[in-house]
């Protein structure tokens, strides 16, 4: 039986049960950046999910009539070089974002983190070769790797989430090797060695969910990172290809000949960019303050 | 309101531009004026300086102003198809359409010195018609049916064909088949692949890689007068933004090939009366290749059907103002001799002026071979974004409207060529451009698998085979126009084999000081910059 590891608090008994909703309001009293930011988050997520419901019309449907039509009643933000309204299609873009940014960030952290947790709790030589390997994707910067390997595997969805989650398995693996350094010397990990238990069980139940803070603090941090990932992308034509309504995708082609006569078409999309961005960093930032404060000055 | 306010800040450029063009002719009627240095932008680098071995536009632009060819096409026809003589005087052709006897210039000389005569003709045809081994010669396959070539005297040249062969002078006026020295062929057959020796208006002075071109007056020009400019320089530009911030600063007089809708609409709000616009039907279309290995699409009715979704006449309107596409056009470029009369153009599939009706049809064909409702199928599309982006994008919202859901895959250019050339994709984006408008060169890319390799549709059609040779053949031009039409009907109505989005349109906004230069539909053609002069 696995001995599960305890706070100082739990022991003394210190601390009374406190219900998710308690914690929430403390984090938004204590950290109302993070607060804000998190509000963003789920707005996003919740756009994301309802665009049918909520977008004014099809974002495929093209509208040659209305060809580059200023903000007005009809088109809130405009539309597009085909007539496409704009809002639409930041609001489908937003469901883009949200599965790149979500599907990059738990494929990139979790792996990553499986990784590094291994790598640590064995040690030796096979913590030496996995370290080097994630050293030669280390040297190379994120966008540069991401763009090798969407040349290699093209273009589309599915390849894209691939090409953002590979440069992030190393980076994951190096901070939670790290964390699974200490946590590899504590007792409860050399009783599980005691009595028996195979290498695979001892990562998974005891090692693993105690990496849960870094884990969490990189996920918040990579979804961010990997929004901005696949816009670049998509911006450089790498990305999701056309017609579907990625913010990226938005900022190019039309958008950049039309800078001048229709600037809607490059604003709205790199404001919904950067506001997403910058709240999955307030609420990341936030987040690793409450989780582990030592990482904050680490 | 909306529809009001986008029509009027497009049609302000737009009538600016109508002026502008129209200021052409009468430009074009002031006296030339000597003087002055060409300076043009250039997208593209040449991979060698050999005329009869590349193909691409960003060696013709440079280097063609160094050289002559036997025949070319009028630099004053828009279309691109009038046959006049360069290094040929005058020529004859046999009754029986199989010897062309062509006179050449006399007192014409290479930039060295030498006389230029029958002998040099002969040695670079050969190296054109018959390369030795080891020698590339791009159009070699264009010439298949040259039997010799002669030279009995200093003045006098003579082509034998196989068989009577309507596209021969126009094949003769091709913008690559510079005429270079017999005499350093022989020396050295590859000499030219590196080196710059012509007969033509303007001699070399130096090219740095990656930065610029420049040639200088050839003030021994056989043509008397010209050219009027001092010299050109060339820059190589591959950023399309710098070229148009090249040509809005002045920094560049031209670029030659053309620029997109908004490029051009910036440049007119930006120097106004200082530029003037010249545009043009494009000998290149905008294809969509079909695999017919591919099920359904081995069945005509669904190729029928995907003809039959597209509007092509409100996309004509509309695409024309966010590309370089416009024209409604069949197999040759409106306006041209060979180019289809719009009552009909009509009659083919998906060219009909009532769209409802078409898509009805076409609904109805897809019921009819069993496709189902939302059937989804890859649209592979050139990674290039203009004009492959927005008529992909044009492509995938007419066929929703007939229950078709098309994703596009987007593929680097030079890998988009290998995967159709493997039959790697469904239905796929695929153009076809010319050099100079001619049914055997546009036509060619149509023939059965066996005999095009570049025909991505994978199919074998030998009526339609049978009718590329007869138009071929046909002597008489409105034998040739009946074959043509017929070859047309089968590849685009009967069989639908493949069939055309939209023409391609040339836009070439430039300083107003330069004259002299008349827009066609081939960038390749009009280069030789004998007759171009800037103003004051």
Known sequence: ?298 | MTDISVTRRLSIPALLLAGLVFTGPAAAQDKPRYGGELLFAVPSEMPSYDGHREGTFGMVHPLAPHYNTLLKTDPNDRTGTKIVGDLAESWTIAPDGRVYTLKLRRGVKFHDGAEMTSRDVKASYDKIVFPPPNVGSMRKGQYTNVEAIEAPDASTIVFRLKWPQASFLASLASPYNWIYKADVLARDVRWYEKNVMGTGPFTFVEHVKGSHWVGKKNSNYWDKGKPYLDGYRAIFMKDSAAQVAAVRAERAHIQFRGFAPAERDSLVAALGRKITVQESPWDCAAWVAINQDKKPFDDKRVRRALTLALDRRQASVALSKIAVVKEVAGVQVPGTPYATPPDELEKLAGYGRDIKKSRAEARRLLREAGVPDRFAFTFTNRGLPMPYEPIGIWLIDQWRQIGLNATMVTIEASQHVNELRAGNFTVSSDAQCGYAVEPDLDLAKFQSKEISHNNYGRYTDKVLDDLYQKQNRATDPEERKRYVREFERRLLDEEVHTFITLQWHRIVPHSAKVRGWTITPSHYLNQQLDAVWLAE
């Open chain 1, 1 to 298: 039986m696995a001995i599960r590891p305890t706070s100082v608090t739990e022991v003394s008994g210190i601390a009374p049960d406190r219900s998710w909703l308690t914690e929430v309001g403390d984090f938004c009293r204590q950290r109302p950046l993070g607060a804000i930011g998190a509000a963003v988050v789920v707005v996003n997520i919740l756009v994301g999910l309802a665009a049918n419901l909520i977008a004014p019309y099809d974002p495929l449907t093209t509208d040659y009539g209305a060809m580059l039509a200023r903000p007005s009643a009809a088109h809130w933000l405009g539309t597009d070089a085909f007539g496409r309204d704009v809002l639409s299609r930041i609001i489908y873009g937003s469901r883009t974002a949200m599965l790149v940014g979500f599907a990059c960030a738990l494929l990139g952290a979790t792996i990553g983190t499986v990784i590094g947790v291994t790598s640590a709790y064995f040690a030796g030589r096979v913590d030496l070769l996995i370290q080097r390997v994630m050293d030669i994707f280390l040297a190379f910067p994120l966008i540069i790797l991401a763009l090798a390997v969407v040349s290699i595997l093209g273009t589309g969805i599915g390849n894209v989430i691939i090409a953002i989650a590979i440069p992030m398995i190393p980076r994951a693996a190096l901070v939670a090797r790290s964390s699974a350094l200490a946590i590899r010397e504590m007792p409860y990990v050399d009783a599980a060695r005691a009595a028996g238990y195979r290498h695979q069980r001892i990562i998974l139940r005891h090692m693993l969910p105690n990496v849960m803070a870094p884990y969490l603090i990189m996920l918040t941090a990579y979804l961010g990172q990997a929004i901005l990932l696949e816009a670049s992308l998509s911006f450089l034509g790498l990305g999701v290809s056309e017609p579907t309504a990625a913010w990226g995708l938005m900022l190019r082609g039309a958008a950049v000949q039309f800078a001048e006569a229709a600037p809607w078409m490059a604003i709205f999309p790199g404001l919904a960019i950067s506001l997403a961005v910058f709240a999955f960093n307030l609420f990341g930032d936030s987040l690793r303050d409450a989780l582990d404060p030592r990482l904050k000055t680490q």
